[in-house]
Every structure is written in structure tokens, then in C-alpha cells.
């Protein structure tokens, strides 16, 4: 619910609420767009009011790229692992 001096006009859909990647959007005719991440895979479909996902993020991908971003924090001069 919004509160008193809320605005959903305000509302910005910019990153992954899963990874923090910027999310993309496609707009379709009859106002809907659909966002979407290209790094795990979560979408969502917007319209007006309403917000519904449509897609699962990855989430063996998800723990992955943890992992990664984890290794490379306690021996940030290490090479990557590919």
C-alpha cells in the first residue's frame, strides 16, 4: 500500500532486485512493459498499476556469480576462474 505522500509515477525499475544488474525493458502496444535481466533471467511484466514476475531468476547462476564476486573480494589480485 502506498503511503500519504507516495507516488507510483515515482516508482523506477532500474537493477535486479536479485543480482543489482541494470534490467532492460521492452514496451508493447497497450501500455505493458515487460523488464527483464539478462544476468539471471528474472523478468517481470508492468502494467498501470500492477507488477507480476514471469520469470524466475537462475538461481544456480545466481550462487555462481556469488561465489566469484566472493573469491575475487578475499584475493582480489587472483585471476579470474573460468
Known sequence: MLGA????R???????PYDGSRI??????GGSVL????????AWEWHNA?????A???????RAQRA???QHEQCP???PVE
Do not use: K
Not at 500492477?50 to 514471469?54: G, H, L, N, P
Open 50 to 54: 500492477w507488477i507480476r514476475r514471469v
Open 35 to 42: 523488464l527483464r535481466c539478462e544476468h539471471c533471467g528474472a
Open 10 to 16: 515515482d516508482v523506477r525499475f532500474e537493477t535486479c
Open 68 to 70: 566469484q564476486h566472493d
Open 56 to 62: 524466475e531468476p537462475d538461481r544456480a547462476r545466481l
Open 24 to 29: 532492460d525493458a521492452e514496451h508493447y502496444s
Open 77 to 79: 589480485d587472483a585471476l
Open 5 to 8: 505522500n507516495a507516488d507510483a
